[in-house]
């Protein structure tokens, strides 16, 4: 059994309206959000983790609340886990996706906008393949909106289950070596961890080829390698990412074996990180492609697991957080 190293958090039954800063609106993305904002996420996240392990995994916090999840692009960790984190927290939640709704029928992002308002929500969870659209849907509507995944953009909430994740089994965030791995140019995750895990102090190196690391990236303060025995060493967390086929218009690999050979994580390249190094993935996982599964599913190294139980509780400290009422500036994000 493993033992996993615990920071210093306070229940989250100490933790008070004063102790818990998050002045904003909505959750957008991770870039502009500080420490200690994050820091709170994460403690509040934290009490939850205990609750959905005991035998009481319902509240009603969020009693008489609508959540509404928007999902126009497939989803199955994200779309479920914020769907359980709502109905732990007592709220009435709907799940709408893009195939049904009116939005096939050609109705504008505004005016899905003007519907939902007319709905009376107190929670948007929105997930969009454009870059940017769910920030202009914030704009329309009069509910707190959380962005559950925008093109390539940001996806805040799975930073922040990785960040649970890695703090729970390091006991910090402050000081570590984190590999990125894989196709970063089509990742909304690689890029809200990289705010994340630069905001908290951690040091952010991203592997993968020339074609799927594009230039600029070392401007947001990280690391570029395009070699798995350079990048892995003195590593404590490895995050591979998934080759993103449905956002790739031409080839950016030129066969799944090659990119196996060089980019996959196996046990041999395990090997080159520190001998306590974990190993981390958002789903859904191509095995045999960026990673096999002897290490995706080694017990000792693997975090995936943890990672869909932190996605749960981090989601309803951000459904907790939102509707507590702490919005101090209304233009603010
Ligand atoms: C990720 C996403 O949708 O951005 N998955 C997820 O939210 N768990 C990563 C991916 O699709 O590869």
Do not use: W
Not at 111 to 126: E, K
Not at 169 to 183: E, P, T
Not at 199 to 228: K, N, Q, W, Y
Not at 262 to 270: A, N, P, S
């Amino acid at each position: 059994m493993l033992c996993l190293a615990r920071p210093a958090v306070r229940p989250y039954s100490s933790l008070t309206m004063t102790d818990a800063r998050f002045p904003h609106r909505h959750l957008l993305g991770i870039q502009g959000l500080g420490p200690s904002e994050i820091t709170s996420l994460l403690d509040l996240a934290e009490g939850y983790v205990e609750q959905n392990r005991s035998n009481d995994k319902r509240k009603n916090l969020l009693r008489g609340r609508t959540i509404v999840n928007l999902f126009f692009e497939n989803s199955t960790r994200t779309r479920t886990s914020f769907e359980l984190a709502g109905k732990r927290l007592g709220a009435d939640v709907i799940n709408m996706q893009s195939a049904g709704s009116s939005v096939q029928k050609g109705e504008t992002l505004i005016d899905t906008a003007m519907t939902l308002n007319a709905m009376h929500l107190d929670v948007l969870v929105v997930r969009h393949p454009d870059s940017g659209a769910v920030k202009l849907l914030s704009e329309k509507v009069n509910c707190a909106v959380i962005n559950g995944g925008d093109g390539s953009h940001e996806h805040p909430t799975q930073a922040l289950l990785d960040a649970l994740t890695i703090r729970r089994r390091k006991g910090k965030l402050s000081g570590l070596n984190v590999a990125i791995c894989g196709d970063v140019r089509h990742s909304r995750v690689a890029r809200s961890n990289i705010y994340l895990l630069n905001a908290m102090g951690a040091s952010v190196r991203l592997i993968g080829p020339r074609t799927l690391l594009p230039s600029g990236l070392d401007r947001m303060g990280v690391e570029v390698f395009h070699d798995m025995k350079k990048g892995l060493a003195d590593v404590d967390v490895i995050m591979m990412l998934r080759i993103q086929n449905e956002r790739m218009s031409g080839n950016f690999i030129p066969s799944i074996r090659e990119y196996f050979h060089f980019f996959g994580l196996d046990r041999e390249k395990l090997g080159l990180a520190k001998p306590d190094a974990v190993i981390m993935h958002p789903g859904p996982m191509n095995r045999g492609v960026e990673i096999d599964s002897d290490v995706a599913d080694d017990v000792e190294r693997s975090l995936i697991r943890s990672q869909v139980e932190m996605g749960v509780a981090v989601r309803m400290a951000c459904l907790d957080m939102l509707t507590r009422g702490l919005i101090q500036s209304e233009g603010e994000s």
